[in-house]
Every structure is written in structure tokens, then in C-alpha cells.
């Protein structure tokens, strides 16, 4: 029997702040499914902002979106046939083909969910991508010591609020930068210690009130005017985890980098890109240390969710406006 699925696909190449029209929806049909193959109806889809690297035509860490065709990203779903000895029908999967409500495919790539009382969706979220991105990368680059102070921008969004936690949970003074009274004071409750709105005022005053012995760890989400202000209000020998720059994803001429790149130099920054990829080796530390947290409530999570597949492509734009608090994702079922 037949099986449709609708899915969304790359329809141009967006041009600064993308819009709907980049995207369209289209069905197809689904076979059934061939040896080593299982039918998946996924529950929950991931939008994230690195999606928006691959709607550019250029190379990258990961190839560029192809136009007219599905998009990718990560998925929960629940297997529905299996013609593979390792999957059976209800199976909870994760794996990378979301952006469509179900799909024929290898079972071999799919990572099957253990069955606890965490809601599948947290394995996109605080136990999926995004936590181990702030786990990984905050813990292997920020170097974090008790009594340190760490600066984390896009604090209120998915990987940010858990950088705060984290580091509340090794001991530092923790000064979050987020878009809205709202984000703060949910991050206030969350444990950390002061916040800025960077949307009123000045940026570099405001943190260096936040902040006035200044700050050993910048973890940046952000980039643009928020590193500047970081690398003023930096620590000598400070490190700075470069995990994204989402203020400039959109720019369609580069933007002016930091003007005050020589402190790093003088302050002695130890300043490190990274990819959540590059974090492999700490993937069982992480599920456990980070487990353990979840499990003991000491690590808590926010979640924006729209509905249907039909609002994907409205998630992933309203990344851009800040409309999430921590983890943006579409429920699909
Ligand atoms: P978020 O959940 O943080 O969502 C994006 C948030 O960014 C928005 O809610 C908004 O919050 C903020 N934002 C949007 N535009 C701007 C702007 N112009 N200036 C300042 N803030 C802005 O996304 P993630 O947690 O998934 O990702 C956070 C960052 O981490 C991104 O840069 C992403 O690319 C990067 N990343 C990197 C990875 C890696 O492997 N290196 C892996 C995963 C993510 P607000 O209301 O505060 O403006």
C-alpha cells in the first residue's frame, strides 16, 4: 500500500534574511521498504541556524542544499515497517532526514532512542546536537575553572542555555547576553547571575557592569558587535569558544570584523573555532554527565514549538527574529 509523505524543499536561494518563498511543499510517495530498509513517520523535526550555511551555494563543512530538493536536518521518528533484523515496528529513531513527515530508507545510519522517561524531542535538543554542542564545546575549549566568569551570547536559545547551566554547574559566574526581558529572566531562574539585553542600551556599558572584573570565558553564539564587546571586556589569557555567529548569517556584504582584534594579542586570547562534529570523541562523557543532569533535574530546558510541516519553514525564519526560547522545533505528528 502507498504511503505518502510531504516534505519541504529548497525553492531559491535566499538572499539576506531568507523568507517563505524560498521554500516549497510537495508530496510524494513512499515505497515500501527493500532488504536492510525501514518505513520511518517521523514525530518531531529540528530547524537550526547552521541550516541557513547550506541554502548558500559554497563550499563548506557540510555540501550545500540543493535547489528542488528535500532539505535535511534532524528527526525523531517511529518506525512504522522494517525489513532490517535490527529495527522492529514502534522503534523511536533519530537520524538526519527531517523536513518530511516520513521516509524509505537504510536503516543503517539511524540511531535507535533508548526508552526512558525523557521526551524523545530532548535527544534534538538537551541530549541531542545543540547540548553536546554546549557541553562539548564549552567543557574542551573554555577550559572552565571555579570562580571564573564566563560571557555567553544567544543565552536563551538552544545551545546558550545550556552553556549556562553547564557552567553554573562547574562553578562560574555566569553573564548571559539574550534579546528580550523575557529570555533573562528565565535565565535568571535558571541559576545565572546577571544578564544584558541587547537590544536596549549600550552593549559594551551593559556588560561591563554585568561583568566589571571582566570575563575569562566568551562562549559565542552570536558574533559581530557582541565579540567585539567580548575582546574589550576579556581577562588576560581569556578563551574565547567560537561555536556560531548568527548575527551576520544573513549579511549579504561582510560585515566589518571586530576593530579591536589586537587584544588578542596582548591579552594573550586563546580564540577556537569549532564544529560539534570535532566533539565525537566526548559523545559517551557527554550522554552521561549530561544524562545524569537531566535525570537529577539539574539541568533544565525550554522548547518553541510550531506544528506541522507545513511551519518549517516558519520555525527556521523565526530563529532569525529570536521568536524561540531554547529549543525550536515542529512536532509533526
Ligand atoms: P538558538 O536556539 O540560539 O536560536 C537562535 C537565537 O539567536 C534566536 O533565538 C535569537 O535570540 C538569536 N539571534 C538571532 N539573530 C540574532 C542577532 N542578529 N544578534 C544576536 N542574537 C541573534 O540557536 P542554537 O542554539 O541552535 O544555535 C546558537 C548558535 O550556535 C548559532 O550561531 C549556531 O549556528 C551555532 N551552532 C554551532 C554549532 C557548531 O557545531 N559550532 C552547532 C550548533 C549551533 P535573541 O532573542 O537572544 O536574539
Known sequence: MATTSREIRLKSRPVGMPKSENFEVAEVALKDPGPGEVLVRNSWMSVDPYMRGRMYDRP???????????????????????????????????????WREAYVGPAAPLTKLPQTNVPPQAYLGVLGMPGMTAYGGFNRYGQPKEGETVFVSGAAGAVGSIVCQVAKLRGCTVVASAGSDEKLAWLKSLGVDAGVNYKKGNLLENVRAAAPKGIDIYFDNVGGEHLEVALEVARPFARFVECGMISIYNDTTPAPGPRNMSYIVGKRINMKGFIVIDLIDMREQFLSEMGGWVKDGKIKWEE??????????????????????????????
Open 304 to 333: 518553541t514549538v510550531e506544528n506541522g510541516i507545513a511551519n518549517a519553514p516558519k520555525a527556521f525564519l523565526n530563529l532569525f527574529t529570536g521568536a524561540n526560547t531554547g529549543k525550536m522545533l515542529v512536532k509533526l505528528d
Open 60 to 98: 563548506s563543512y557540510v555540501p550545500p542544499f540543493q535547489l528542488g530538493e528535500v532539505l535535511q536536518g534532524g528527526a525523531i521518528g517511529t518506525v512504522v515497517k522494517s525489513n532490517d533484523e535490527r529495527f522492529k515496528e514502534g522503534d523511536l529513531v533519530e537520524s538526519m532526514l527531517g
